[in-house]
């Protein structure tokens, strides 16, 4: 029972950049992803701006994380921060 979100079937892992850390145990991440243009064919940069809980406070602007998709917890939150990849400089 201890390692149960190991064990989890198909769990969505996004990795982003704090944006907002002003929030009480919310953070919002922005993750970025490459989509081709369907009729250019350019590569283009779109991003997601993600709320994410984050329990101990411990992420601040500029940091780099990983979210993994939980139940919703409020009306916007749906994603829950794993790990703190890179600290802010």
Same mark, same amino acid.
């Given at each position: 029972?201890?390692?149960?979100?190991?064990?989890?079937?198909?769990?969505?892992?996004?990795?982003?950049?704090?944006?907002?850390?002003?929030?009480?145990? @919310? %953070?919002? #991440?922005?993750?970025? *992803?490459?989509?081709?243009?369907?009729?250019?064919?350019?590569?283009?940069?779109?991003?997601? !701006?993600?709320?994410?809980?984050?329990?101990?406070?411990?992420?601040?602007?500029?940091? @780099? %994380?990983? #979210?993994?998709?939980? *139940?919703?917890?409020?009306?916007?939150?749906?994603?829950?921060?794993?790990?703190?990849?890179? !600290?802010?400089?």
């Amino acid at each position: 029972m201890a390692n149960q979100t190991e064990t989890r079937g198909n769990v969505k892992e996004r990795v982003g950049r704090v944006v907002s850390s002003k929030m009480d145990k @919310t %953070v919002v #991440v922005a993750v970025d *992803r490459m989509v081709k243009h369907p009729l250019y064919g350019k590569t283009m940069r779109q991003t997601k !701006r993600l709320y994410a809980h984050d329990e101990e406070n411990n992420c601040r602007e500029g940091d @780099t %994380v990983r #979210v993994i998709e939980t *139940r919703p917890l409020s009306r916007h939150k749906r994603w829950r921060v794993s790990a703190i990849l890179e !600290r802010a400089k």
